[in-house]
């Protein structure tokens, strides 16, 4: 039995105080928490000087604590690990992370900044990223505080969740990665004031039934776009911005196609410049 209530609620048991559903000989669950949402400052020169009023969310999973550690680490190996543009990714049961970024993040490439990365027409999910993601998360992790001092550069929340939930949370995060990162974009171009890393966190979590940290609402300018206390405010900006990238992305779609010019492919066929138009 437990001392206190579960931090995982009623999902494994009707009763707050089981532990480990009433199973202690076959499992352990020596906190009932797994996932973790990690805040970082930003890895510029320039924007970090502005934690932890602005910074960087993602989510980071790991081994400690599961009452099945060989079952998610056979997940992890089975699915897990990526190459991009020619880079190996393993795969790390003990440090697996995800970011949701804007696309300059990934190649350096500011075509699709319509308006800065305030506005962008792409997103991309960065994925073990040794650095900052996998070290600032090993780094808050090992220090076990929800609240660092802020040289740290870092804050990490533990999230109530069954080793069920955890591993339904990144299979979806995997499948997040694989169809944002192929072109398909369905969670939509990266926007600061609307569709940002912290959204993008809430999301998964939320919709794999998880709970959102307080706490983490009054991150990242007061927690614009987590339906934090400044959110509501910085919709008006966040409209106003868009309606500015868009009318952009509309002039350089038109430059762009006005300038191509038609070539000959060896079978004679034309062709237009997109592959949707053949």
């Known amino acids: 039995?437990?001392?206190?209530?579960?931090?995982?609620?009623?999902?494994?048991?009707?009763?707050?105080?089981?532990?480990?559903?009433?199973?202690?000989?076959?499992?352990?669950?020596?906190?009932?928490?797994?996932?973790?949402?990690?805040?970082?400052?930003?890895?510029?020169?320039?924007?970090?000087?502005?934690?932890?009023?602005?910074?960087?969310?993602?989510?980071?999973?790991?081994?400690?604590?599961?009452?099945?550690?060989?079952?998610?680490?056979?997940?992890?190996?089975?699915?897990?690990?990526?190459?991009?543009?020619?880079?190996?990714?393993p795969f790390n049961a003990d440090a697996e992370t995800f970011s949701f970024h804007p696309?300059?993040?990934?190649?350096?490439?500011?075509?699709?900044?319509?308006?800065?990365?305030?506005?962008?027409?792409?997103s991309y999910v960065g994925y073990n990223d040794e650095k900052p993601d996998q070290e600032s998360f090993l780094r808050a992790r090992d220090l076990g505080a929800n609240n660092m001092p802020v040289d740290e550069g870092v804050k990490i929340w533990r999230i109530p969740?069954?080793?069920?939930?955890?591993?339904?949370l990144y299979v979806n995060a995997i499948a997040q990665r694989n169809i944002i990162n192929s072109g398909l974009n369905t969670s939509g171009s990266y926007a600061l004031g609307k569709n940002n890393c912290g959204?993008?966190?809430?999301?998964?979590?939320?919709?794999?039934?998880?709970?959102?940290?307080?706490?983490?609402?009054?991150?990242?300018?007061?927690?614009v776009g987590i339906h934090g206390p400044t959110d509501i405010p910085a919709r008006g900006l966040a409209a106003a911005i868009g309606v500015v990238g868009e009318a952009r992305k509309a002039v350089r779609n038109f430059v762009e196609s006005s300038t191509q010019v038609p070539t000959k492919t060896p079978c004679g066929r034309e062709w237009c410049g997109d592959a949707r138009g053949w």
């Open 1 to 89: 039995m437990l001392l206190s209530p579960d931090p995982a609620g009623y999902r494994d048991s009707a009763n707050l105080y089981a532990y480990c559903a009433g199973d202690p000989v076959n499992c352990s669950d020596p906190k009932g928490e797994a996932v973790y949402l990690v805040y970082r400052k930003f890895n510029d020169p320039l924007l970090e000087k502005g934690y932890p009023f602005i910074g960087h969310f993602y989510l980071a999973f790991d081994a400690n604590d599961l009452p099945n550690p060989q079952h998610w680490e056979a997940l992890v190996r089975r699915i897990g690990g990526q190459t991009t543009r020619g880079i190996e990714r």
């Open 161 to 168: 969740a069954s080793q069920e939930q955890q591993e339904r």
């Open 199 to 223: 959204s993008w966190a809430q999301w998964m979590l939320l919709h794999a039934g998880l709970s959102w940290p307080l706490g983490a609402s009054f991150c990242n300018l007061g927690g």
């Open 103 to 122: 696309t300059e993040v990934k190649d350096g490439d500011k075509r699709n900044a319509l308006v800065s990365n305030l506005y962008t027409d792409a």
